[in-house]
Structures are given as structure tokens and as C-alpha cells.
């Protein structure tokens, strides 16, 4: 399928061209470990499971067109593919990253490769002038979310693609809360894209995934070597579970944003609620560089309590059409306590030097009628009024 077709038409049709050997129209769950050879070396593609797979290769076509490179790897985990792009990195080498960053990447960036040699410097990556001058002749990676989590706030992708090629490092954005629905790094001079695929392109909170995804030949030899060496494959039923929710994926980030827009409006105004975070609303500092590099502001919102924790805690545990639970960008509305949920791994000080306070409470909005998702809001409200 050819790539010049719009994004709905690829979600659908790239990768998953009729099954060769059938025809079956939808692409095959292949469950098997190895694949049957005519001579020793003659085979039709396929080896073995973990260095390639009908059913993943499908979903990897299909990712890397939506992103708009040539490459995509599949990962068991979002987390197994931030280490498979880490491992483009070696020891002694220095890396940036923009401090507003996914929990589970800190930890792994803080506790677990620096005893492979490799050294990481945080950043205000809001801030470009930040990045430059955490660069030292070591530095071959900078690693930035856009918006991230939880705050959405905004970083400028063409401004840190220009300072990581002019220090010859690459720039890795992890676009997991923006969707390539809404922004391809790539487009921007970003070097490789990450997601955790259980979010979003999964879109139905029923398979952990992640996805690398790169033009560049040399990068796809190298991860492909990599992910073959160290195994952090998913599974064909997986990669097929994934497949099939990013074939609905422009279809439901429309839904999300509608239904964000409509909770971000009743949020604000309420006396309950100091501070609304969101980047379509037009005060967001966000809100400009959005419009440039995103097609539409996306699903997750964040809000400050004004009663702080006890608010909080009263809110998440008083909705009930939001499940109170990790994780985020399934059809299903959910509500997230960062303070002790999704930003538990860092330190009291770092969350504050963010912004995430006791009285943060994290959005993930579903696609269920708006109008049940306010009146949900409205009584946790009411019970975060009674407890503040
Ligand atoms: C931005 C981001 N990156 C990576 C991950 C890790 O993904 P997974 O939970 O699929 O390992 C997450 C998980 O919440 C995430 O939000």
C-alpha cells in the first residue's frame, strides 16, 4: 500500500496487504517460534520468532508509516523500547534529557544505565537555551517528551532537532501522549520516535507495547541488531492486538480531544480547580508552539486542586465513569494521582521544580458520552470540596 495515502487510509491498509499464502484479508496471527526451511538457508523471509515475524512485521510497516519513516521495531513493553532506542547510545557517552519525563524512563535512566557507563544530565527542555548548555563534547543523544506528562507542556521539536545535529547527537522524542496522529517528529529533524504503543495506538488498555520507529538505514541496522541480541519482543497476539487498535487510532484521537475540550471547559471557572492544564486552551504556554507542531492538542489534561492532597485523594477516589488506575489513552476515561502514581520514582523537590504539586490530578479522557464524563467530574468535585 502505497505511502502517499492519507493517514486513516495507511492505518488500515499499510503492512496488511492480503495473507500471501490464503488471502485472508486481515493479517494472520503467525503463533509459531520457526518457520520451515526448503534447504539449509532457503526460506521464504523467516527464520525464527524473536529476529522476525509475519504478524509484527505488519504492525512494524504500519508504525513507521503513520510516523512517516522507513523503520519501525516493535517492543514487548513502551519501556523495552526506550531501552532498545538507548541502546544506540554506548558507555561514555553523555546524553540530555528534558527533565519532564516519563517515570519509568528516570528510573531506568538514573538507576540502571549509568552502571553501563552512560551519563544523563536533566534539563528544562522548555527551555532550548537549557539544552545547549547541557551539551559536553560527549553528549550523542537528547531525549525529550512533547507534551509531556503530566503537565503537557510543550517542547519545540525543530528548535532541539537544529542544537542535536549542530552537536552531532541524535534527537529522540517520545511521542507517546501526542500519537503520530497528531505529530511526526521526523517532519521536525528528530532522529528516532519511541511510544509506548499501550497507550494510545493499543487504544483499548488491553496489551503493553512499545515502538521505535527511524528513516535512517544505518539506526534500523543498529536496532534491529540490538533487539535481536537482547530479545525485548512482543508476542504475535500482541503485535496483532496493537495493529488492530492503531487501524481506529485518527477515529478515536478525534473523540479524545473533542471530549478534553468539553471537560477542560467545565473545569475552568471552578472554584475548586486553580489551574487547568491543557494546550488548546489558548492561556496555556504551550498553546502557540502546539499549533505549529501538533495537528490538535490530544486527550490528556491535568488540573491543581486548590484543597491540595486531601482534595485530590477525595477526587480521584470519588469518580466513578474515570477508573482510578496507571496508565492512559485507552477508550476508557481514566484519573491519576502523579504525586504518588506515574511520578512516584522521583524526588519530592524534582516534582515541585515541575510543577506537580499534592493537588495534581492527571486526565487520561475516553471517548464515552461528555456529558457523563462532567457529571463524573461534577461530583468529585463536590467530594474534593468537602475534603480541601
Ligand atoms: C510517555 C511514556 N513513555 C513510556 C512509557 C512506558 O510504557 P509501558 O508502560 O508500555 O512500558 C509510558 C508509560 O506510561 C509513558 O507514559
Same mark, same amino acid.
Given at each position: 500500500m502505497a505511502r502517499k495515502h492519507? %493517514?486513516?487510509?495507511?492505518?488500515?491498509?499499510?503492512?496488511?496487504?492480503?495473507?500471501?499464502a490464503t488471502g485472508a484479508t486481515i493479517v494472520p496471527v503467525y503463533q509459531t517460534v520457526t518457520f520451515t526451511q526448503d534447504e539449509v538457508g532457503k526460506h521464504k523471509g523467516y527464520e525464527y520468532s524473536r529476529t522476525g515475524n509475519p504478524t509484527r512485521a505488519a504492525l512494524e510497516e504500519c508504525l513507521a508509516s503513520l510516523e512517516g519513516g522507513r523503520f519501525g521495531f516493535a517492543y514487548g513493553s513502551g519501556m523495552a523500547a526506550v531501552h532498545g532506542a538507548m541502546q544506540l547510545v554506548s558507555a561514555g557517552d553523555h546524553v540530555?534529557?528534558?527533565?519532564?519525563?516519563?517515570?519509568?524512563? %528516570?528510573?531506568l535512566f538514573s538507576e540502571v544505565l549509568p552502571r553501563y557507563g552512560v551519563r544523563f544530565s536533566y534539563v528544562d527542555a522548555t527551555r532550548p537555551d537549557e539544552i545547549d548548555k547541557a551539551v559536553t563534547p560527549e553528549t550523542r543523544m537528547l531525549w525529550i517528551e512533547t507534551p509531556t506528562n503530566p503537565l503537557l507542556r510543550l517542547v519545540d521539536l525543530a528548535a532541539c532537532s537544529e542544537i542535536a545535529s549542530r552537536h552531532g547527537a541524535r534527537l529522540v522524542v517520545d511521542n507517546t501522549f501526542a500519537t503520530p496522529y497528531l505529530q511526526n517528529p521526523l517532519e521536525f529533524g528528530a532522529h528516532v520516535v519511541v511510544h509506548s504503543t499501550t497507550k494510545y495506538l493499543g487504544g483499548h488498555s488491553d496489551v503493553i507495547g512499545g515502538a521505535v520507529v527511524v528513516d535512517d538505514e544505518e539506526l534500523a541496522r543498529t536496532l534491529q541488531f540490538t533487539r535481536n541480541a537482547t530479545g525485548g519482543i512482543p508476542g504475535p497476539w500482541d503485535a496483532w492486538l496493537t495493529l488492530r487498535g492503531a487501524k481506529t487510532l485518527a477515529l478515536r484521537m478525534r473523540e479524545h480531544e473533542a471530549n478534553a475540550r468539553s471537560v477542560a471547559e467545565f473545569l475552568l471557572g471552578r472554584p475548586e480547580v486553580e489551574r487547568v492544564h491543557y494546550p488548546g486552551l489558548p492561556d496555556h504556554p504551550g498553546h502557540e508552539l502546539a499549533k505549529r507542531q501538533m495537528r490538535g492538542?490530544?486527550?490528556?489534561?491535568?488540573?491543581?486542586?486548590?484543597?491540595?492532597?486531601p482534595a485530590a485523594l477525595a477526587f480521584c477516589a470519588a469518580t466513578d465513569v474515570f477508573s482510578l488506575g496507571e496508565s492512559l489513552g485507552g477508550v476508557e476515561s481514566l484519573v491519576g494521582y502523579p504525586w504518588s502514581m506515574s511520578h512516584a520514582a522521583f524526588p519530592a523537590e524534582a516534582k515541585r521544580r515541575k510543577g506537580i504539586t499534592e493537588g495534581t490530578v492527571r486526565l487520561s479522557v475516553g471517548i464515552e458520552h461528555p456529558e457523563d464524563l462532567c457529571a463524573d467530574l461534577e461530583r468529585a468535585l463536590k467530594a474534593a470540596a468537602t475534603a480541601g
Open positions: 492519507r %493517514f486513516e487510509t495507511r492505518a488500515i491498509h499499510v503492512g496488511q496487504e492480503p495473507d500471501a540530555v534529557v528534558a527533565d519532564d519525563l516519563y517515570g519509568g524512563s %528516570f528510573r492538542f490530544g486527550g490528556m489534561l491535568a488540573l491543581d486542586l486548590a484543597g491540595g492532597e
